[in-house]
């Protein structure tokens, strides 16, 4: 079973997600806990007081140290999580990033807030984390799609894990297009090679649209994939413009 520790001020920001799909069912299942910490739960004072000025002058309120350090000592009791912090100048959150944390046992994520934290709370953070560069106006939503994209990797989350194997990003690559019926919806037509029955021709021009999706709309994913000599081809013939019958028809395939 994973775990996930979300150390927050926010802990209802969690329910609709703890609650629908894909994540409710692991749960349910008992492959995923999802362990909400209400950081006001870990303060000292009778205001539970989560935030405090800045030192040195400046805007806005930091998030204290004490809490954090009072509810990542309880939890490492036990045992000790890898330490995620969000932060919009984090380590860049991508595909390869979610296949690494979905190795780690448990994974406590401390949500950021305001103008940020106080920096001793680095000394428990193992890596800090953004989803994008953008600034959120709190960690929350960063950490919502962080479990989101390592739990749907979890074996026996996702129904068909097949369906991981050819996700989008998975070999670097944008995916492949999808239809389902009707087969001709407002005059567009589902392509016909889908509907031929030859698998091994599918096959290939789902590879096709792959490469020519990522030329198109991530080009600089291209850089990285590591394409076979056939594949290669294929993107010679992309970029001159060729079409998928051209290739079929020049390799005899
Ligand atoms: N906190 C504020 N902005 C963020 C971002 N883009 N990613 C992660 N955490 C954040």
């Known amino acids: 079973m994973k775990k996930f520790h979300i150390l927050t001020i926010f802990p209802e920001f969690f329910e609709g997600f703890a609650n629908t799909g894909i994540v409710s069912k692991a749960i349910k299942k008992g492959l995923v806990y999802l362990n909400t910490v209400n950081l006001r739960d870990y303060t000292a004072d009778k205001h539970r ?76 953070v193992d890596q800090e984390v953004s989803i994008g560069d953008f600034v959120l106006s709190g960690g929350e939503p960063a950490a919502l799609v962080i479990m989101d994209a390592v739990i749907r990797l979890i074996p026996g989350v996702v129904g068909d894990e097949d369906s991981l194997r050819v996700d989008s990003f998975s070999d670097g690559l944008v995916g492949y297009p999808n239809y389902t019926r009707p087969p001709v919806f407002k005059g567009m037509e589902v392509p016909q090679i889908l509907r031929s029955g030859n698998h091994k021709l599918i096959e290939l021009w789902r590879r096709w649209k792959q490469i020519e999706n990522t030329y198109k709309k991530r080009p600089d994913l291209l850089k990285k994939a590591e394409l076979s000599e056939k594949e290669i081809k294929i993107l010679h013939y992309i970029k001159k413009g060729k079409e998928f019958e051209d290739f079929i028809s020049d390799n005899k395939v």
């Open 49 to 124: 007081t989560v935030d405090d000025v800045v030192y040195g002058g400046g805007p806005g309120m930091l998030l204290k140290p004490e809490p954090i350090f009072a509810a990542y000592e309880e939890i490492s009791k036990e045992k000790k999580p890898y330490v995620l912090i969000t932060e919009p100048w984090g380590r860049k959150f991508d595909q390869k990033f979610a296949w690494e944390l979905s190795e780690k046992d448990e994974i406590m994520i401390i949500c950021g807030r305001y103008e940020g934290v106080d920096e001793r709370v680095k000394a428990i």
